[in-house]
């Protein structure tokens, strides 16, 4: 059974630090791309930052731009979302996906991706 487990969120104050990661188990994830997406009450679930299957390419909205830092861990089958610079804007839930072979911008859509975690929740307090 294919899961993909986040773990790291919490409570934190504004200008705080923090690294979200994402283990996946089942089967290995090294040919699928990898998001990381946020949802809370005044947001639908959107995309925050991606990386592609192969690693070579990546991508960050514009509010975490700067900030956030997507990486991955073939060996670990664990993808990772360093967080910096926290802000309140940035509280929600933290969702990992995946989609297989997912690469360009376009592939990375709620819609779109092939399995899902249940969510690690960020807290950011001012």
């Known amino acids: 059974q294919v899961q993909l487990v986040e773990s790291g969120g919490g409570l934190v104050q504004a200008g705080a630090s923090l690294r979200l990661s994402c283990a996946a188990s089942g089967r290995t994830f090294d040919n699928y791309g990898m998001g990381w997406f946020l949802q809370n009450p005044v947001k639908e679930r959107e995309v925050v930052a991606t990386?592609?299957?192969?690693?070579?390419?990546?991508y960050y909205s514009d509010s975490v731009k700067g900030r956030f830092t997507i990486s991955r861990d073939i060996v670990k089958n664990t993808v990772y979302l360093q967080m910096a610079s926290l802000q309140p804007e940035d509280t929600a839930v933290y969702y990992c996906?995946?989609?297989?072979?997912?690469?360009?911008?376009?592939?990375?859509?709620?819609?779109?991706?092939?399995?899902w975690g249940k969510g690690t929740l960020v807290t950011v307090s001012s």
């Open positions: 996906a995946a989609r297989k072979y997912g690469s360009v911008g376009g592939d990375f859509t709620v819609g779109g991706m092939h399995y």
């Open positions: 990386i592609s299957w192969s690693g070579a390419s990546t």
